[in-house]
């Protein structure tokens, strides 16, 4: 006899649930199969992954993981949205970046985007790559700034580009309670991009005077976007932005705004990345961090984080841009999922230069198709109430308060960055990362994976470089790998051909495949041309092939048991041909002949340099 269960739906409903153990049990069994012979929770531990800040994804998370009530959206603590609707109204604002100096292209730009969904302008004002203060208003022209609200990055001096909107304002006739945006200012931002010392009178001159006349518009940004761009990881970038916006609490309430009235002047702008999983949990911790912060100040009810997701620049490559695409489209889809208000996707060919059309286009049509199609906003929080999201949310919030409390007991943010504390941890983050992309542990598809060597470049003009100083560094995921490929392309310049390897692949192709495809991988990513012809050689074949290739080096690719038996005598005919080095992909074994191993896990970018080093490519 079937027992008809609550819920109506009667399949297998006879079988009692499987317990944690069964599903363990069965996991052994795979990774036996596999070659890992392990039992109890360190099976499940062998499919589990690091994250950065201590954190570990688990390959199952059950009921049985149990994380604080996350409350309800728009009531502390917040966790589930600032707003109780979230974004089910009208979606999450579309914000476009723009940094041009010529006030009519920026113009044209502005109204074409503003025609085509975006819903919000985020303009580079002042400085070298940005408008004029004096071409702001022509930049403007034709825009209804009373329905676009517009937010201004105007460097370390914003004073210029902030009265000349609210002259626009008043110029144009916008009642001050209808103007709406961010004037951006950022004392802690600037301070650490520069390695200056943070100035506070402009900020809190600005922020008394929107919160007494400009209720729409909110003075300071608490910009975490340097600390993610020098390297931080996801904690640490909230353990700062945290950092950042208690001292912005401090000092408005030192000239007399009360603590509701500091935090409503307040915007936090966060990173979004293509781990849309970490990026949805990032924001609804920021969240729920903000108004622990503002419960302890006495101010429970204003903890609402106001909040602005950038897609990332640290992800974005040069080579292959193509695929940065995807990449902002999983990131836009986390921070739509994570509750932001406002989100910027960056143009796929954000690091190569200035933005083209098309480029804009894609990037603001990237949010238009998540909300209209995908229908990502018409739920309130629909990364609630999974286990996974919620336990990742409580473990990142835990680890991004502790780092908060090291910040505070170092004296607050200003003084971590005056004593070089922030830098150096984000410094040894960065360079744990960097080991980890260096060996493909984390892979960057198009750069150190499947790189495409012919593919054209995307030329773009170049933006105005910005005046170095003592600030963070701004880093990028491929750029040690785009080194390589950068000198691979001056010898392309120079010779009228790439580098080349010849892969000497031993015995049929159900044996050597899998590792001529890796090593073929791995020389591409550093702008060696891979030479895979014939198919198949052995010792009498190897030298007239490689002689054939134009090598100058080779790599052996086969089975463990064919080098035992093959790799000696193929690696003396290479040698007998002229090879200068001999690779052989797998790790050592109980065979000699060649050179250096390549294998997963081994220090690419190091090898390749010290080739590149030893054949002259300069």
């Not at 994250?51 to 917040?78: N, Q």
């Not at 961090?289 to 903890?303: D, F, K, N, S, T």
């Not at 089975?559 to 000696?568: H, I, M």
């Amino acid at each position: 006899m079937t027992v008809q269960p609550a819920d109506g739906f009667s399949l297998a409903a006879e079988f009692p649930d499987p317990s944690h153990d069964q599903w363990q049990s069965l996991v052994e069994g795979v990774l036996r199969r596999s070659g890992k012979d392990v039992t109890g929770p360190a099976a499940e531990e062998a499919l589990s992954t690091a994250l950065g800040d201590g954190l570990t994804v688990r390959p199952l998370y059950t009921s049985a993981d149990t994380s604080a009530d996350p409350g309800l959206p728009g009531f502390a603590p917040f966790t589930r949205g600032s707003r109780a609707t979230g974004n089910t109204t009208d979606g999450w604002d579309v914000r476009q970046r723009h940094a041009l100096t010529d006030p009519v292209r920026l113009n044209e730009a502005v109204l074409g985007d503003l025609e085509n969904g975006v819903t919000s302008l985020w303009l580079a004002v002042g400085g070298p790559g940005g408008v004029p203060v004096s071409g702001l208003a022509r930049a403007l022209e034709g825009v209804y700034l009373d329905l676009a609200p517009v937010v201004l990055d105007a460097g370390a001096d914003p004073g210029p580009a902030v009265r000349e909107l609210l002259g626009l304002y008043e110029a144009r006739g916008i009642a001050k309670e209808s103007a709406r945006g961010s004037l951006g200012v950022d004392p802690l931002g600037q301070a650490a991009r520069a390695g200056t010392e943070p100035e506070w009178e402009s900020a809190v001159h600005w922020a008394r005077l929107c919160s007494q006349e400009y209720p729409g518009l909110r003075a300071l940004a608490v910009d975490a976007l340097p600390y993610h761009e020098a390297g931080g990881s996801a904690a640490e970038e909230l353990g700062l932005s945290l950092a950042t916006g208690v001292a912005c609490l401090r000092a408005l309430t030192a000239a007399g705004l009360s603590v509701e009235e500091a935090c409503a002047q307040l915007e936090f702008r966060y990173a979004a990345t293509a781990d849309q999983f970490l990026t949805i949990a990032k924001l609804r911790a920021a969240r729920r961090l903000w108004a622990r912060v503002a419960e302890v100040c006495g101010a429970p009810g204003a903890g609402a984080q106001r909040q602005h997701a950038v897609t990332s620049s640290v992800m974005m490559t040069r080579r292959d841009p193509w695929v940065n695409m995807l990449r902002t489209t999983l990131a836009c889809l986390g921070a739509g999922v994570g509750g932001a208000e406002s989100v910027t996707v960056l143009p796929f060919d954000h690091a190569l230069g200035l933005p083209d059309a098309f480029a804009r286009r894609i990037a603001r049509n990237t949010s238009t198709i998540l909300m209209e199609e995908s229908h990502l906003a018409r739920v309130t929080d629909p990364a609630g109430g999974s286990w996974y999201v919620e336990r990742l949310t409580d473990e990142l919030a835990a680890a991004a308060w502790a780092f908060f409390q090291e910040v505070e007991r170092a004296g607050g943010q200003a003084a971590a960055l005056g004593s070089g504390m922030v830098q150096e941890r984000l410094a040894a983050t960065w360079a744990a990362r960097s080991r980890d992309l260096a060996r493909r542990k984390e892979p960057v598809t198009g750069v150190s994976e499947f790189p495409a060597l012919d593919e054209r470049s995307v030329e773009r003009e170049p933006v105005p470089d910005a005046p170095s100083g003592g600030g963070l560094p701004r880093v990028r995921r491929d750029e040690a790998f785009e080194a390589l490929r950068a000198r691979s392309d001056a010898h392309l310049a120079a010779t009228g051909a790439r580098p080349k390897v010849f892969l000497a692949a031993l015995g049929p192709a159900a044996v050597h495949t899998a590792r001529a495809s890796f090593a073929a991988n791995l020389f591409l990513s550093g702008g060696i041309r891979p030479v895979h012809d014939p198919v198949s050689v052995d010792a009498s074949t190897a030298a007239a092939a490689f002689t054939a290739s134009g090598a100058r080096i080779a790599c052996l690719c086969s089975s463990d048991t064919l080098y035992a038996e093959q790799a000696d005598a193929v690696a003396s005919a290479l040698r007998t041909a002229g090879a200068e080095q001999i690779f052989l992909a797998g790790r050592p074994g109980e065979y000699t002949g060649a050179d250096v191993h390549v294998f997963a896990g081994c220090d690419v970018v190091a090898v390749l340099s010290s080739e590149l080093d030893r054949m002259g490519v300069a």
